[in-house]
Nanobody
């Protein structure tokens, strides 16, 4: 089991910045990939960014150049730096951890943190 706790959400004006944090209950070096997903009301949860244990990153096209995912292994923490925020970035942001254990992939989720961007 992996427990994830997100923090850092809040209300910000368009153009502002937030940094989300996700602290894992285990060494993130043992987790194959971690990332952030978001969900707006009435929408499907979508990938925002992820990072593998090897450091490879993936970003949704809508956030490229504005968001950056990073990892601090010593703190068992993954961050999402969110700059130049837009109202369409509003949603609940969830931390996700994936553990690849043949033949299955296990996915763990935090409780989410609300991000609201006003215009």
């Amino acid at each position: 089991q992996v427990q994830l706790v997100e923090s850092g959400g809040g209300l910000v004006q368009a153009g502002g910045s937030l940094r989300l944090s996700c602290v894992a209950s285990v060494s993130i070096r043992s987790i194959n990939a971690m990332g952030w997903h978001r969900q707006a009301p009435g929408k499907q949860r979508e990938l925002v960014a992820d990072i593998t244990a090897g450091g490879s990153t993936t970003y949704a096209d809508s956030v490229k150049g504005r968001f950056a995912i990073s990892r601090d292994n010593a703190k068992n923490t993954v961050y999402l730096q969110m700059n130049s925020l837009k109202p369409e970035d509003t949603g609940v942001y969830y931390c996700n951890a994936q553990a690849w254990r043949t033949p299955s992939t296990y996915s763990y989720w935090g409780q989410g943190t609300q991000v609201t961007v006003s215009s």
